[in-house]
């Protein structure tokens, strides 16, 4: 086509006005076409001259990032409304590096999306004009990569957790059956001895006690780790529920100097849970959030409609996580605690697996985090995917 229009401008003096209506409608068909490819892709793409303006985006890069309308005249990157973003567009573009795959977490359109941006010079005609964006969404790539991942370590946590059970439940249970004999004895003795001549000793015997039950705990929490999950799900609204837990975990958020603010979506569409894992994740993740507050802070539930879904967040202001544990924290025996037995993340996650959901986590450090939980609305008919609105640029 491209040969053909050359040839053609070549002899545009001599071609008639229908000649030339001919090649023109040609031309608008080859980039209406060309158009069309460009807009059926699953993949962002920005185009920008050597000015850094931009001058193409197809329809899929509108799903991805948050773009602002263009005049024409705006630099590519102050189009581009998420900052990490456009922080790395800018760098890049004006140090003329060829950037491949660089992974950023964008929300947009009120999803959490991971993003992989490559960044490569547009070569015309043995020219650098410009430069070309690609924009893959790798959210449910990395989401399977890290099921699959997640269920090989809670299959061989099964193993464990079986062998744990009978290994050191039982011998933990003579234990403290043993010691509270102990203190009996000792009770029994203060009749005959002053009482502070056993002060040191029960002072041990606590000790042994607490950690005792503590391993009671972490026998308990592996054996709900990899059991079935018994699931008796009923339709309800989940503020109902959240407003419940918070009445019960107030005196906690008091006590650990931690405000709460609730900002429930009024016409939340109700969903179908067992409100006992409901609440016992949602019980883990708020822990954690008093954990990362150590000297008190803000904890926020927030629930909202998006689409056929409802979108449930627990943000904190404490101390974030590090960026190379993100990808672990949902991980059987992974803890950055010096007694967390690495479980209450794990349980959180099979619990909205279960019930078919998703869960991610945004954070930064120094600012807090947020676990953002997503569970499906049951849908009563099958709709047909929406065709997308054409966005021009």
């Known amino acids: 086509m491209r040969q053909f229009l050359r040839r053609a401008l070549s002899k545009l003096n001599k071609l008639t006005a229908e000649q030339i209506r001919s090649i023109l409608m040609s031309a608008a068909n080859e980039i209406n076409r060309l158009e069309t490819v460009l807009d059926s892709l699953d993949t962002g793409i920005l185009v920008c001259d050597t000015q850094y303006r931009l001058i193409l985006a197809n329809k899929y890069v509108h799903l991805l990032l948050p773009i602002a309308d263009d005049s024409g005249a705006d630099l590519l990157w102050h189009i581009v409304l998420d900052g990490m973003v456009s922080e790395f567009l800018a760098e890049v573009l004006q140090s003329g590096d060829r950037i491949i795959e660089r992974e950023f977490t964008v929300e947009h ?22 430069s070309l ?14 099921r699959l991942r997640r269920m090989e370590n809670l299959a061989s946590l099964t193993t464990v957790a079986a062998g744990v059970a009978h290994e050191i439940k039982n011998p933990l249970g003579s234990l403290s059956i043993h010691i509270q004999l102990i203190q009996k004895s000792i009770a029994a003795d203060t009749k005959q001895y002053p009482p502070d001549q056993f002060k040191t000793i029960n002072k041990y015997l606590d000790v042994v006690n ?3 039950d503590r391993l009671n705990h972490i026998v308990v929490d592996f054996l709900f780790a990899v059991r079935p999950m018994d699931m008796e799900f009923k339709t309800g609204n989940l503020n109902a529920l959240i407003k419940e837990l918070v009445d019960f975990v107030a005196f906690e958020l008091d006590a650990a100097q931690i405000e709460f603010r609730l900002m429930l979506e009024d016409t939340l569409a109700d969903i179908e849970f067992d409100d006992r894992y409901i609440k016992q994740a949602l019980l883990n993740l708020i822990k954690n959030a008093i954990a990362a507050m150590p000297q008190g802070g803000l904890l926020t539930i ?8 409802v979108i449930l967040t627990v943000s904190d202001t404490g101390i974030g996580i590090p960026e190379e544990n993100m990808a672990k924290i949902f991980e059987p ?8 037995s690495g479980i209450g993340l794990t349980l959180v996650y099979k619990i909205i697996r279960e019930h078919n959901g998703e869960i991610m986590v945004k954070s930064q450090l120094g600012e807090g985090s947020s676990f953002i939980i997503t569970l499906p609305v049951p849908q009563k008919d099958c709709k047909l995917l929406p065709v997308l609105e054409s966005n021009p640029v």
């Open 210 to 212: 607490e950690e005792i």
């Open 302 to 309: 927030t629930t909202q409609m998006h689409d056929t879904e």
């Open 109 to 130: 359109k009120g999803k959490l999306r991971l993003l992989s941006i490559s960044v490569l010079p547009l070569v015309q005609e043995g020219r650098v004009s410009g």
């Open 333 to 340: 025996y992974f803890t950055t605690k010096t007694t967390g």
């Open 133 to 146: 964006i690609y924009i893959d969404d790798i959210t449910e790539k990395r989401s399977r990569e890290a």
